[in-house]
């Protein structure tokens, strides 16, 4: 086909040979392959495009961070274990474990202690106490007490009231003195 | 980690591609490393050209690439490695921006993507014409695209910022090849109608 005896590619056409050509008309395409100023519409705009898409690229940055890929992990369970890690982590745990055994046996060992000072002490202030009532009772020592032949005295109820007579039984006394004085 | 260095070869033809995928998808971490460096740059750029922020690109790529890792040995064809990870970016890039709409409904001021295309230089520290060129390619772009509906502009990145052929294309979002063409079709037609695109696409020319 001469390009002077056929009408050029449209716009449409155009566009459609960019795209694909192959999707043109066997007709149209067999002009585009001998029609040096059709061929040239569309490898121009085919290259504008082409460009435009180098130019992007240029105009885009670098990817500057690297891609970083999970960490791989073991299919055995246990192989874990033996990570440095873990070994870290299990060394601690036995640490503090340890420890507030340690502590724990310290603080009842402290308590315990604490508590038979009091009790030692308690017993302390008991036999002073009755040292303390003995002497209240009998401030003479004993040898005194066995020269005075009085070393266990047993003095009775009677014999105190004799010696110290109440006030009610004094008034009583008087009263009835009265009476008696008067009935005399 | 996946190694940038020069000892492991990247690879470059579809065999090696292939024979990577599947030493990656039997478990072996070393080929899956050599597969992420293979495509870190494009899921970068990839990345960036929808969000326009480096940082969240960054993010973004690592996540594509932890959840490929995961997800490898589920993988069916092998041959099609590229256009399932390019899916899955795909993919992330949607929950980001999910996840941003849902944020600026709680923020005062909407922060607009485009109007910060610059951030992707903040590392490179350019020289001032340089920043002020890629400020307004970015500029640009992001005005062109937001004109497009989100098929048609979706498609014109994968096939001519992203360089995937019109199979990978419906690969990646799972439609016919004729749908994709379609889409491309309307959105260069667009295109030619946009005299700012015109203008873009003779700049980029010269």
Known sequence: MKSDTIQHLDEHQLIQAVVDAA??????????????????????????LTKL?????????????????PVHQSKNPFGNLLNWHNLIAAA???????????????ARNFSERRTENLTAEMRNAEKL???????????????????AGEKKPDYDEEFYQFLIPTIEDKTLTSVQGKRGTSLC | ???????????????????????????????????????????????????????DAEDITQDVFLKAFQKISGIQDTAKFRAWLFSITLNRIR?????????????AENENIDSHPTAASDGEQPDALAHVLRQDF?????????????????????????????KEIAGVLKKNESTIKTHLYRALAKFKKEPAMRQLLSEVIQ
């Open chain 1, 23 to 48: 999707d043109l008309p066997q007709s149209v395409q067999a002009h585009l392959s001998e029609c040096s100023q059709c061929l040239a519409g569309q490898k121009d705009f085919q290259r504008a």
């Open chain 1, 53 to 69: 898409g180098q130019k992007a690229e240029q105009y885009a940055p670098r990817p500057q961070r690297r891609i970083v890929l």
């Open chain 1, 92 to 106: 601690a745990t036995v640490t503090a474990v340890f420890i507030l055994v340690w502590g724990t046996h310290i």
């Open chain 1, 129 to 147: 106490m009755s040292e303390v009532n003995t002497l209240v009772d009998n401030p003479l020592p004993p040898i005194y007490l066995e020269i």
């Open chain 2, 1 to 55: 980690m996946a190694s940038s260095d020069n000892t492991t070869p990247i690879p470059d033809t579809s065999e090696q591609l292939v024979s990577l995928v599947d030493q990656a998808r039997a478990g072996n971490r070393s080929a899956f490393a050599q597969l992420a460096d293979r495509f870190h740059a494009d899921v970068f750029r990839m990345v960036f050209y929808r969000i326009r922020s480096r940082a």
């Open chain 2, 95 to 107: 929950d980001f921006q999910r996840k941003k709409r849902f944020r600026a409904l709680f923020k």
């Open chain 2, 138 to 166: 970015w500029r640009q772009i992001g005005l062109i695209l937001k004109k497009l509906p989100k098929m048609e502009h979706e498609v014109f990145l994968l096939r001519y910022f992203d360089h995937l052929s019109i």
